[in-house]
């Protein structure tokens, strides 16, 4: 049986993935210091959902599977002795890497954020590879990256799946190839802490022949996978908050509440989407199709489809009633672009995406009408800044003019 290791399995995205891979037959372990959990706390924000603790989950899955997932209650980021005390052990075929400060609006919020996303972010990323490579593993690394890193000031162009091929004069008319990753173009401290990684991975596939696939995720919407719909107790997060919540979950539970959907300047911003269903599934296909070691990093885009804010809001309304509310971008971004993406790989590979026609729209819908009463109004709103001069407040819907 295969080791797997998940590096921040308690959240988001790693919890679902971690329980699909059990479903599938791997022997899996989660490392999490419970630091998403930290900062709910001290932020004053919740899951609408009520998520149980780490030995409640794993003993919620053993009895609806009769499978076993293993723990490790340490910071990558920082013990480092102990992550590779970990890896000797385990000797894993695969090291999937979540354990990152995920949120952008986070990561702006102020100068402890933004260091701390940093040091987390890099520090994780770089002991990750610097263990494996002391001890001379071969695992097949994973990373979730984001499609954040390209940024959103439409170019024009479809975004490929990581390598740019470029043509550069040289001496005496000629012209010399090659292919570089495609540019980035950060939004965020956050989103520049995953242009950072790709760096690192560049150099480490190069230098030490390291397997490495970075996924450039969409943004994720729903909760619910088919594993943890097994037992109460295995329920995924639902963050609605105005610094972790993704904009069609705050908007599905804003309008269970009876709050205007808050859509951030014109709306115009098209971004790139994916299920979370359809997260779990990217991320066993990536396991089981590894790259080879030929100093190259696999760069596939993790998204499904694009849409406006604009196109969400109205989509969210119409099926809930709830009215829209333009209120200024806390965001420094571009306030309409287009958003081209090419996500061939994984379609190849097999992936049929869900869309948001296909009823879990509904499905989410229901469960944040089904915990309504958890949300904490006051954490609504998004008053993270990008800039000081910015200050979040209701706007005249430009539509409406």
Not at 214 to 233: A, C, K, M, P, Y
């Amino acid at each position: 049986m295969e080791n797997i290791l998940i590096i921040g399995g308690d959240g988001f995205c790693g919890w679902p993935t971690a329980l699909h891979l059990s479903q599938k037959g791997y022997a899996v372990t989660i490392v999490d210091n419970f630091s998403r959990r930290q900062i709910d706390e001290s932020l004053g924000a919740n899951s609408l959902t009520p998520i149980k603790s780490m030995n409640e989950r794993l003993a919620a899955w053993k009895e609806a599977t009769g499978k076993d997932i293993a723990f490790e209650n340490f910071n990558v980021a920082a013990e480092y002795q102990r992550l590779e005390e970990l890896l000797a052990e385990l000797k894993p075929s695969t090291i999937i890497h979540f354990g990152e400060q995920r949120a952008a609006p986070y990561s702006m919020k102020g100068i402890s954020q933004k260091r701390y996303t940093v040091s987390n972010n890099i520090g994780a990323t770089h002991n990750v590879l610097a263990a494996v490579t002391q001890l001379k593993l071969e695992p097949h690394i994973i990373h979730l990256g984001t499609m954040g890193v390209y940024g959103y000031d439409d170019d024009g162009m479809e975004i490929p799946e990581g390598y740019l091929k470029v043509y550069v004069p040289g001496d005496d008319n000629q012209i010399f190839q090659r292919d570089i990753l495609y540019p980035t173009n950060p939004g965020s401290v956050y989103h520049m802490t995953k242009s950072m990684d790709q760096l690192l991975f560049q150099f480490y596939a190069k230098n030490d022949r390291l397997r490495i696939t970075d996924l450039h995720q969409g943004i994720v919407w729903g909760t619910q996978t088919e594993e943890t719909r097994l037992d109460e107790r295995l329920i995924n997060r639902f963050d609605y908050d105005g610094d972790y919540g993704t904009v069609l979950n705050r908007f599905l539970m804003q309008a269970a509440v009876g709050h205007p959907l808050t859509v951030h300047g014109t709306g115009g911003q098209t971004r790139a989407f994916i299920h979370i269903q359809d997260t779990v599934k990217c991320l066993a296909l990536a396991v089981a199709n590894p790259p080879e070691k030929d100093g190259q990093v696999k760069i596939l885009n993790q998204m499904t489809e694009t849409h406006t804010v604009r196109y969400l809001a109205e989509i969210v309304a119409k099926v809930s009633g709830a009215e829209i509310a333009n209120v200024d971008n806390p965001r420094n971004e571009a306030a309409e672009n287009d958003l081209r993406v090419s996500n061939k790989t994984f379609i190849t590979l097999g992936l049929n995406p869900i869309t948001l026609e296909e009823g879990l729209l509904e499905e989410t819908q229901d469960i944040a009408m089904r915990f309504a009463d958890r949300c904490r109004m006051h954490m609504i709103p998004c008053v993270s800044t990008w800039t000081e001069n910015q200050r979040p407040g209701v706007v005249q819907d430009p539509q409406a003019a």
